[in-house]
């Protein structure tokens, strides 16, 4: 990175703030009326009501076109993880519902969003003092937009897995309400605690929580998960994904398409790039990283909708060869939502800076490695590969354990958008009635009908391409995760 890139990146000059003041010394009671007032230009009903636009470009055209700047020998792989499903498709299409969102009507308030909140992007994840959590934990899209958009699609999500669970509607509509109540309740509670307060807030999972108590069901389900993300360290990692062979240093083990060794000019490069790396953290954290060495540097494919961007798998060892760190080192695109909300502020003129900008916003503890760096042109972000991660198993749930999977990943999303928006105004517009939850079942049916529909379209876009199509029939559940 040139001396000009790395000042214009850092640069710290004056600006104005991402969020205006939102109430100044209004009193609760009328800022939450404030919100009331606003089912007059969006009635809450209106929620429920959906219709693709008429100009909307194609979902398949869409997705084709996120295609582009990607690794051209990883798309195949990326268009066979996303055929896999409705919810696969669903989770690598945040561009295509990004076009659908933009025409809805939203009520003005802005908060600092996760950009694609389905249920597979919560989970768990330890914090600094080594404790498991559960929260939102992908900001890849996070950008500052209407809550409403993160609410939606977590619900449509949240009927997609039930689909996928064997619910029939009336199941899937209950588990949506119960989304939708999740948040709205739990911001009815946020509005009246101190900012402080509200940052301070975490959730352990198996734990019974201030909105309700937690089934037996669900208790054993959230432990037996505690417990395996609890043994997800750098030191068990290390086993899997690499060897040491007498008279030479740790390597990686390819494991192709998955985990591919990278060329001398790209392991210098990414190497390169952690110097920074390193200025973007805070000085005690700067002073733990002098501590490590690097070891070996891979190219590691993750997710769905990430498939096909640059993502390395960084090794280095620190007090030995017992004493191990993984840092992931990925590429941070443009968001989907980017075409339709105003960018503000430094943190989002560098995309590695914006989703570094966003975790530390919406998530209750951050990764202590977290940071941002550019390799050429590009922008990164980077944080522990293995960071007691874990996550719940959706697929196993069904009745009242998935019922109260997706009330708690609502009440999160809530505690998330708190943090950087006045929680009284949402909750005025959101109300303690049930009309809110019935409008967003409504919709996530609709939309959901509509992703079967864009799924079956791609899946036969792919059958189309004998290339893609070869990765599809070879593509195994282990390479969906």
Same mark, same amino acid.
């Given at each position: 990175?040139?001396?000009?890139?790395?000042?214009?990146?850092?640069?710290?000059?004056?600006?104005?703030?991402?969020?205006?003041?939102?109430? #100044? =010394? +209004?009193? @609760?009671?009328?800022?939450?009326?404030? %919100?009331?007032?606003? *089912?007059?230009? &969006?009635?809450?009903?209106?929620?429920?009501?959906?219709?693709?636009?008429?100009?909307?470009?194609?979902?398949?055209?869409?997705?084709?076109?996120?295609?582009?700047?990607?690794?051209?020998?990883?798309?195949?792989?990326?268009?066979?993880?996303?055929?896999?499903?409705?919810?696969?498709?669903?989770?690598?299409?945040?561009?295509?519902?990004?076009?659908?969102?933009?025409?809805?009507?939203?009520?003005?308030?802005?908060?600092?969003?996760? #950009? =694609? +909140?389905? @249920?597979?992007?919560?989970?768990?994840? %330890?914090?600094?003092? *080594?404790?498991? &959590?559960?929260?939102?934990?992908?900001?890849?899209?996070?950008?500052?937009?209407?809550?409403?958009?993160?609410?939606?699609?977590?619900?449509?999500?949240?009927?997609?897995?039930?689909?996928?669970?064997?619910?029939?509607?009336?199941?899937?509509?209950?588990?949506?309400?119960?989304?939708?109540?999740?948040?709205?309740?739990?911001?009815?509670?946020?509005?009246?605690?101190?900012?402080?307060?509200?940052?301070?807030?975490?959730?352990?999972? #198996?734990?019974?929580?201030?909105?309700?108590?937690?089934?037996?069901?669900?208790?054993?389900?959230?432990?037996?998960?505690?417990?395996?993300?609890?043994?997800?360290?750098?030191?068990?990692?290390?086993?899997?994904?690499?060897?040491?062979?007498?008279?030479?240093?740790?390597?990686?083990?390819?494991?192709?398409?998955?985990?591919?060794?990278?060329?001398?000019?790209?392991?210098?490069?990414?190497?390169?790039?952690?110097?920074?790396?390193?200025?973007?953290?805070?000085?005690?954290?700067?002073?733990?990283?002098?501590?490590?060495?690097?070891?070996?540097?891979?190219?590691?494919?993750?997710?769905?909708?990430?498939?096909?961007?640059?993502?390395?798998?960084?090794?280095?060892?620190?007090?030995?060869?017992?004493?191990?760190?993984?840092?992931?080192?990925?590429?941070?695109?443009?968001?989907?939502?980017?075409?339709?909300?105003?960018?503000?502020?430094?943190?989002?003129?560098?995309?590695?800076?914006?989703?570094?900008?966003?975790?530390?916003?919406?998530?209750?503890?951050?990764?202590?490695?977290?940071?941002?760096?550019?390799?050429?042109?590009?922008?990164?972000?980077?944080?522990?590969?293995?960071?007691?991660?874990?996550?719940?198993?959706?697929?196993?749930?069904?009745?009242?354990?998935?019922?109260?999977?997706?009330?708690?990943?609502?009440?999160?999303?809530?505690?998330?958008?708190?943090?950087?928006?006045?929680?009284?105004?949402?909750?005025?517009?959101?109300?303690?009635?049930?009309?809110?939850?019935?409008?967003?079942?409504?919709?996530?049916?609709?939309?959901?009908?509509?992703?079967?529909?864009?799924?079956?379209?791609?899946?036969?876009?792919?059958?189309?391409?004998?290339?893609?199509?070869?990765?599809?029939?070879?593509?195994?559940?282990?390479?969906?995760?």
């Amino acid at each position: 990175m040139s001396k000009s890139a790395r000042t214009k990146a850092s640069s710290k000059a004056s600006q104005k703030p991402l969020l205006a003041p939102l109430h #100044g =010394d +209004a009193p @609760l009671a009328e800022r939450r009326a404030s %919100g009331k007032q606003l *089912r007059n230009d &969006v009635p809450r009903e209106s929620h429920g009501k959906w219709s693709r636009s008429e100009d909307f470009p194609g979902a398949v055209e869409i997705v084709m076109q996120t295609n582009k700047g990607r690794q051209a020998h990883l798309v195949p792989l990326r268009l066979a993880r996303m055929s896999a499903s409705p919810f696969a498709f669903y989770r690598g299409a945040a561009a295509v519902m990004a076009h659908d969102l933009a025409p809805t009507g939203v009520t003005g308030i802005q908060s600092v969003i996760c #950009g =694609d +909140a389905h @249920l597979n992007n919560f989970g768990l994840y %330890g914090t600094p003092q *080594r404790d498991v &959590v559960f929260d939102l934990n992908d900001f890849d899209e996070t950008v500052i937009g209407p809550w409403e958009w993160d609410l939606k699609r977590l619900t449509a999500s949240v009927n997609l897995a039930a689909r996928e669970n064997g619910m029939n509607r009336r199941e899937r509509d209950a588990a949506v309400r119960r989304c939708s109540a999740g948040y709205r309740t739990n911001m009815d509670r946020l509005q009246s605690m101190g900012v402080l307060e509200t940052w301070y807030l975490h959730a352990y999972p #198996g734990r019974d929580t201030p909105l309700g108590q937690i089934d037996a069901k669900s208790s054993a389900v959230a432990q037996k998960a505690v417990k395996k993300a609890a043994m997800q360290t750098n030191l068990t990692l290390l086993s899997k994904v690499a060897e040491k062979q007498k008279g030479q240093d740790w390597r990686f083990r390819e494991d192709p398409p998955v985990l591919t060794r990278v060329d001398a000019k790209t392991r210098e490069a990414v190497i390169d790039s952690l110097q920074f790396y390193a200025t973007t953290l805070s000085r005690d954290r700067q002073f733990m990283l002098t501590r490590y060495r690097v070891a070996d540097v891979a190219h590691r494919v993750v997710g769905v909708g990430s498939v096909g961007t640059r993502a390395y798998l960084v090794l280095l060892f620190g007090n030995g060869d017992g004493d191990p760190l993984f840092l992931q080192v990925k590429e941070a695109i443009v968001p989907a939502l980017s075409p339709f909300v105003k960018r503000l502020g430094n943190e989002f003129s560098h995309e590695g800076r914006r989703v570094v900008a966003g975790q530390h916003a919406l998530q209750a503890s951050t990764d202590v490695m977290l940071g941002w760096t550019q390799i050429g042109t590009l922008p990164f972000f980077v944080r522990q590969m293995k960071n007691m991660k874990g996550s719940i198993p959706i697929e196993w749930l069904s009745g009242s354990s998935f019922n109260f999977y997706a009330f708690g990943c609502g009440a999160l999303l809530a505690r998330a958008h708190a943090r950087t928006t006045d929680a009284a105004l949402i909750a005025g517009y959101c109300g303690k009635s049930a009309v809110l939850d019935d409008a967003m079942a409504l919709w996530a049916e609709a939309y959901a009908n509509q992703t079967v529909l864009d799924h079956a379209a791609l899946v036969d876009a792919v059958k189309d391409d004998r290339h893609v199509q070869a990765f599809v029939d070879n593509t195994t559940p282990q390479l969906l995760t």
